[in-house]
């Protein structure tokens, strides 16, 4: 079935074979007529099918069929990696069309944001959190909207965006086209979709939360004081061309991307600790094959939308299926073939066979020839978050460390003091200051605004 089928403006199809598309995909095809038709749908298919495409372009046709002026498509998405991605496939399907596209997301000057809200572009491109921040006092902005959707709606539910969402969506007209587009649809989701959607069509394409079949999947049980060495055994061979590795924490993620440097190899690093022009760059580089590995935590799972990507691999194992789907639905794309690779520890035991369970599938166990995986643990040291300290150099006499207590070595009184950085002071004690406890709570306030 050729696009031009679909009846989607000439424009838009002239976008879209400059693209190089030929043929919709499943889910485009079976999503695109009932869009057309003015329906709200519920769409679900495994990441990398076109579940983009398969909104934009329509709504991009019912825009120029009838223009007015004011925000009349509002896109809300989970993170600013994926509201990026929609915001350049929108304009690359509506380059030939008199539209326009604006972004809402943390990490940035709200001014352009703002301004944009107040000339009204025809779409806008949104996370939930600095959306519900600007759109206060702005409603008026929003009260032509005739397009809502919700891309990613199971992520936004796992990340707690869902009380913004309801907020946003009272202030919008009640008489308007709401879409939900997800790789996987929980029964919460499910219940959400009877507030937000009027007897909606529903779009599924596959097997409900499976990853997708062009996906070769494996396991490496592996201690985790061996992971580092596995990793860098691994990209040895070349084949491993373009590869994104995921990490369970920020932390985690520098510190293997550092590793790698270390060795040699090109990588890049994304999470909520690098600035917005900083993950762009690590993305834009790992788009363009000026660097090899790209280091992510879960939160840009999401929004990497790169072809190419040759395997992915699980360094640290998610402990939920739906994070699972999700990240290695970023290899093997569009029908092209993948590989991922998962490390498992002894931790992590649980979440595999949980995972296997519900996707009623095994995952074979396999080896890395040529590594040693019997390799004793090292001895363990005392510090600060297991970091190891130096071993003491013979007749080598240290100051004595500060406990806990209140007194110093000489038996006097240690002075307490609030130091609002959260520095030494709160630290020799042992203890958060004021200023860092609200340093976490801010950070964490602040994640909700991506």
Not at 83 to 112: C, D, W
Not at 416 to 435: E, F, L, P, V, W
């Amino acid at each position: 079935m050729p696009f031009r089928s679909l009846g989607l403006d000439a424009a838009i199809l002239k976008a879209v074979q400059e693209t190089g598309y030929t043929e919709p995909t499943p889910i485009q095809a079976a999503a695109i007529p009932f869009v057309l038709q003015r329906r709200d749908l519920i769409g679900i298919a495994q990441t990398g099918t076109g579940k983009t495409a398969a909104f934009t372009l329509p709504i991009l046709s019912l825009l120029a069929a009838s223009p007015s002026k004011g925000i009349r498509a509002l896109i809300i998405a989970p993170t600013r990696e994926l509201v990026v991605q929609i915001e350049e496939n929108v304009r690359a399907y509506a380059k030939h069309m008199p539209l326009t596209v604006a972004t809402i997301f943390g990490g940035v000057s709200e001014r352009p944001q703002i301004k944009a809200l107040e000339q009204g572009a025809d779409i806008v491109v949104a996370t939930p959190g600095r959306l519900l921040d600007l759109i206060r006092g702005r409603e008026k902005a929003f009260a032509h909207i005739e397009f809502l959707v919700l891309d990613e709606a199971d992520r936004m539910l796992d990340m707690g965006f869902v009380p913004a969402i309801r907020q946003i969506v009272r202030l919008l007209p009640r008489k308007r086209q709401t879409l939900f587009f997800s790789a996987t649809l929980s029964r919460e989701i499910e219940k959400l979709t009877g507030e937000f959607l009027q007897e909606p069509e529903t779009v599924e394409i596959g097997r409900r939360s499976n990853p997708a079949d062009t996906v070769t999947q494996s396991v490496y049980e592996i201690p985790q004081h061996l992971k580092p060495g596995l990793l860098l055994h691994l990209l040895q061979n070349q084949t491993l061309s373009v590869v994104l590795v995921f990490t369970r924490t920020k932390h985690g993620a520098d510190r293997i991307s550092r590793r790698l440097e270390q060795a040699g190899i090109t990588t890049g690093t994304i999470h909520s600790n690098r600035s917005q022009n900083q993950r762009l760059r690590a993305l834009n580089e790992f788009k363009e094959g000026k660097i090899r590995v790209l280091v992510a935590t879960d939160i840009a799972a999401r929004g990497i939308d790169v072809d190419g990507i040759t395997h992915v691999v699980n360094y640290d194992f998610p402990p939920h299926h739906e994070d699972y789907v999700h990240r290695i639905g970023r290899t093997g794309r569009a029908k092209a073939v993948g590989e991922a690779i998962s490390f498992v520890s002894k931790e992590d035991e649980d979440a595999l066979r949980a995972l296997e369970r519900f996707t009623r599938r095994g995952i074979p166990r396999v080896k890395a020839e040529g590594f040693d995986d019997k390799a004793p643990a090292p001895p363990r040291e005392r510090g600060a978050g297991g970091d190891r300290r130096p071993s003491r150099k013979p007749g080598e006499v240290r100051a004595p460390r500060s406990s806990s207590s209140s007194y110093r070595s000489g038996g006097q009184p240690r002075q307490r003091r609030a130091d609002s950085s959260g520095g030494a002071g709160g630290a020799q004690s042992g203890q958060k200051s004021s200023g860092e406890k609200k340093g976490v709570i801010g950070r964490i306030f602040d994640l909700g605004r991506r």
